[in-house]
């Protein structure tokens, strides 16, 4: 049985740091590509990051580039998402997800999508 398991939310200032971790067993850690999403109350799912197999190759949203880095300890089984210089709009459900359909490298660089695991989620809370 696979097991997604997201924490480390909570409430931080705008312009502080957090950083998420996602643990996955029940599957071949390391055989997957990753990914972070969020969702915000009365709005869609957003992708945020991925991460390919190895750590080789990321993606990041235009609404967290340059703020947040996505990282992965195949030999802990952990993905890792930090996050600096919050604000309020990045409050959200952050989401883990595994194993995805669908990976794609391009001249737009590298992305991934439709994923066959999830995580219940952690919280994270940015005050203003």
């Known amino acids: 049985q696979v097991q997604v398991v997201e924490s480390g939310g909570g409430l931080v200032q705008a312009g502080g740091s957090l950083r998420l971790s996602c643990t996955a067993s029940g599957l071949i850690f390391g055989d997957l590509a990753l990914a972070w999403f969020r969702q915000a109350p009365g709005k869609a799912r957003e992708g945020i990051s991925c991460?390919?197999?190895?750590?080789?190759?990321?993606y990041y949203a235009d609404s967290v580039k340059g703020r947040f880095t996505v990282s992965r300890d195949n030999a802990k089984n952990t993905l890792y998402l930090k996050m600096s210089s919050l604000k309020p709009e990045d409050t959200a459900m952050y989401f883990c997800a595994a194993g995805p359909k669908r990976e794609i490298w391009d001249s737009a660089g590298y992305s991934c999508d439709d994923f066959l695991y999830w995580g219940q989620g952690t919280q994270v809370t940015v005050s203003s």
């Open positions: 991460i390919s197999r190895t750590g080789g190759s990321t």
